[in-house]
């Protein structure tokens, strides 16, 4: 069975700065792809970034990046210069065998001006 | 282009009322569709998934069901709703693994 976890449920970021939120899963699968959502307050869910588990590069859009560790089965979310709107939630989310997705807990990123 | 639809935006029910919610997308056709809960502060729990009109698969026994009469309709139904099924409530829909989801504004549901 798919398991995705986050370990951290809270993080805070000073404004510029860069985060790292850490997220882990589990799969017999050798090729699939994974994503990470933002949740600002409005509780709309936002796609960030997602990575094609067989592409060996990691995947980047503006601020964001990810670092992929397929053998590890590590899928972290690198947020560079951090900005006020960036505080939200963020779920690690990957795909089942009918392209169920399965969510991590969530982590709550608190950005501080 | 391709949107998703879904109503009401907030509902307060009454302990053992009945419930519908419904999500409507425009612009695909087959897609999969799916709706998650949300507990306060909590991640996202799968209720329901649809492949197509229905067929639809429960990921967890629970006092909801859910029914996709068209290809881009999925509602979700209670018939005696509990003070357990209050939450935020998101449809969201797929074509394809690689696109990743895109969801519905959500359904903010109280009972009392």
């Known amino acids: 069975a798919q398991t995705v976890t986050q370990s951290q449920p809270e993080m805070s970021v000073q404004e510029a700065e860069t985060v790292t939120l850490s997220c882990t899963y589990d799969?017999?699968?050798?090729?699939?792809?994974l994503f990470w959502y933002k949740q600002p307050p409005s509780r709309q869910m936002i796609l960030v970034i997602r990575q094609e588990a067989y592409k060996q590069q990691n995947a980047t859009e503006n601020r964001f990046s990810v670092n992929f560790q397929k053998a590890a089965k590590s899928f972290s979310l690198k947020i560079s210069d951090s900005q006020l709107g960036d505080a939200a939630m963020y779920f690690c989310a990957f795909p089942g065998p009918v392209n169920q997705f399965y969510f991590g807990t969530g982590t709550s990123l608190t950005v501080i001006p | 282009s391709q949107t998703i639809h879904q109503w009401p935006a907030t509902l307060v029910q009454p302990v053992g009322s009945p419930l519908s919610l419904e999500c409507t997308v425009e612009?695909?056709?087959?897609?999969?569709l799916y709706w998650y809960r949300q507990a306060a502060g909590r991640g996202l729990q799968l209720l329901f998934y649809?492949?197509?009109?229905?067929?639809i698969s429960s990921e967890v026994p629970q006092n909801l069901s859910a029914s996709r009469p068209q290809d881009r309709q999925f509602i979700l139904s209670s018939k005696k709703l509990l003070l357990s099924d209050s939450g935020f409530y998101l449809c969201?829909?797929?074509?394809?693994?690689?696109?990743?989801?895109?969801f519905g504004s959500g359904t903010r549901l109280t009972v009392v």
């Open positions: 649809s492949v197509g009109i229905g067929q």
């Open positions: 969201a829909w797929s074509v394809h693994p690689s696109a990743g989801y895109t």
């Open positions: 612009g695909t056709s087959n897609p999969n």
């Open positions: 799969t017999s699968e050798s090729d699939y792809y």
